[in-house]
């Protein structure tokens, strides 16, 4: 069996595939990364692909004038769920997801989430599967302004926090949104923090670290995941509330 072919779709320099690119190629995945920031195209059509992942960045997901390639980065989103090719958007990626599909995406309410904060799985993660096999509280990392304040018509909420509830979902049978970071180090979020001018708080510091240590074997294995899922990939169109604005 060939490799899966995946297309990561980078927006910002600062925020690379880094060790999910790792888990995804350990896990037998080729991937692609197209710079969008650096001026590498977009393509209409997932044709081709076996998977995509939309990573994060500074802009927020409808500033196409900070980023002119949004648009159809939403566009291509929204035809990778109308043709069931299985897509990750991390952070900005599950915003632009949510756009792509019919959701909505506003400033957080209660400010930034930076650093080491809790999210829980929801019941219906118990038979996702990427979600399922991962404890009730993984650890992960933060670090957004923006919040998607409403899901895609039909998406189902896989984890959720305190502070903002939509932390996973998935929308169709094999597109997710994750509103968290899997593929940072301790030593990226408190290099974006430097470079955005954050205070340093409690969850820059010893919480941040041991979320570092725990999240590579718990994410990796879901990384894998990922790539089974497309490997096995269903090939039969849906229609779902897909908007590109």
């Given at each position: 069996?060939?490799?899966?072919?995946?297309?990561?779709?980078?927006?910002?320099?600062?925020?690379?595939?880094?060790?999910?690119?790792?888990?995804?190629?350990?896990?037998?995945?080729?991937?692609?990364?197209?710079?969008?920031?650096?001026?590498?195209?977009?393509?209409?059509?997932?044709?081709?692909?076996?998977?995509?992942?939309?990573?994060?960045?500074?802009?927020?997901?409808?500033?196409?004038?900070?980023?002119?390639?949004?648009?159809?980065?939403?566009?291509?989103?929204?035809?990778?769920?109308?043709?069931?090719?299985?897509?990750?958007?991390?952070?900005?990626?599950?915003?632009?997801?949510?756009?792509?599909?019919g959701g909505s995406v506003d400033p957080g309410l209660e400010g930034p989430e930076i650093g080491a904060h809790?999210?829980?799985?929801?019941d219906a993660a118990n038979s996702d599967p990427l979600f399922g096999p991962l404890p009730m509280t993984p650890?992960?990392?933060?670090?957004?302004?923006?919040?998607?304040?409403?899901?895609?018509?039909?998406?189902?909420?896989?984890?959720?926090?305190?502070?903002?509830?939509?932390?996973?979902?998935?929308?169709?049978?094999?597109?997710?949104?994750?509103?968290?970071?899997?593929?940072?180090?301790?030593?990226?979020?408190?290099?974006?923090?430097?470079?955005?001018?954050?205070?340093?708080?409690?969850?820059?510091?010893?919480?941040?670290?041991?979320?570092?240590?725990?999240?590579?074997?718990?994410?990796?294995?879901?990384?894998?995941?990922?790539?089974?899922?497309?490997?096995?990939?269903?090939?039969?169109?849906?229609?779902?509330?897909?908007?590109?604005?």
């Amino acid at each position: 069996m060939s490799a899966p072919r995946i297309l990561v779709l980078e927006h910002d320099e600062a925020a690379p595939v880094a060790r999910l690119g790792d888990w995804l190629r350990a896990a037998g995945a080729e991937l692609t990364v197209a710079r969008a920031h650096a001026g590498a195209p977009i393509p209409a059509e997932p044709d081709g692909w076996d998977g995509i992942v939309c990573l994060g960045g500074r802009m927020g997901a409808a500033q196409d004038e900070v980023a002119p390639w949004l648009p159809a980065t939403r566009g291509l989103l929204a035809a990778a769920v109308q043709n069931r090719v299985p897509t990750l958007g991390v952070c900005l990626g599950a915003q632009l997801l949510a756009l792509a599909t019919g959701g909505s995406v506003d400033p957080g309410l209660e400010g930034p989430e930076i650093g080491a904060h809790l999210a829980a799985k929801r019941d219906a993660a118990n038979s996702d599967p990427l979600f399922g096999p991962l404890p009730m509280t993984p650890d992960v990392m933060h670090f957004h302004d923006d919040v998607v304040s409403d899901l895609p018509p039909g998406a189902v909420l896989l984890m959720s926090s305190t502070g903002y509830p939509h932390q996973a979902y998935r929308v169709g049978p094999a597109a997710w949104g994750v509103q968290f970071h899997i593929e940072t180090t301790a030593a990226d979020v408190r290099a974006w923090a430097r470079m955005t001018d954050q205070p340093a708080n409690w969850r820059l510091a010893d919480a941040l670290d041991e979320a570092d240590e725990a999240m590579t074997e718990i994410w990796s294995e879901f990384a894998a995941r990922f790539v089974d899922v497309c490997r096995q990939r269903p090939t039969r169109r849906i229609e779902v509330g897909v908007s590109a604005r």
